[in-house]
């Protein structure tokens, strides 16, 4: 089992930055790719970005492709979205997932079954 817990949210000004984390517990954290997904009101939650276990390889949505950063550190048991160059389309709810599957790198997009309670973020013009 790995409970995650996430912080870090906020308001932001649009072209600002921000800094989400998230703190897993559990002895499988380092063997599990880890995802970054957000809801905003009135949509269906959408993903943002992805880890796999040894954050040797990351994915990104296209939305946030080259604004956010994921990283991670399994010494720390830690997950990091750094956001820059935030915009108002970016508020929603984040939240930090770890994948059902241990060793994964690739079809990261899904298959998440841990899930933290979330953080919001919100982007003013």
């Known amino acids: 089992q790995v409970q995650l817990v996430e912080s870090g949210g906020g308001l932001v000004q649009a072209g600002g930055s921000l800094r989400l984390f998230c703190a897993a517990s559990?002895?499988?954290?380092?063997?599990?790719?880890m995802g970054w997904f957000r809801q905003a009101p009135g949509k269906e939650r959408e993903f943002v970005a992805s880890i796999n276990y040894n954050g040797g390889r990351s994915l990104y949505a296209d939305s946030v492709k080259g604004r956010f950063t994921i990283s991670r550190d399994n010494a720390k048991n830690t997950v990091l979205l750094q956001m820059n160059n935030v915009k108002p389309e970016d508020t929603a709810v984040y939240y930090c997932a770890a994948h059902g599957y241990v060793y994964r790198s690739d079809g990261l997009t899904t298959g998440y079954d841990h899930w933290g309670q979330g953080t919001q973020v919100t982007v003013s013009s």
């Open positions: 559990g002895r499988t954290f380092s063997s599990r790719a």
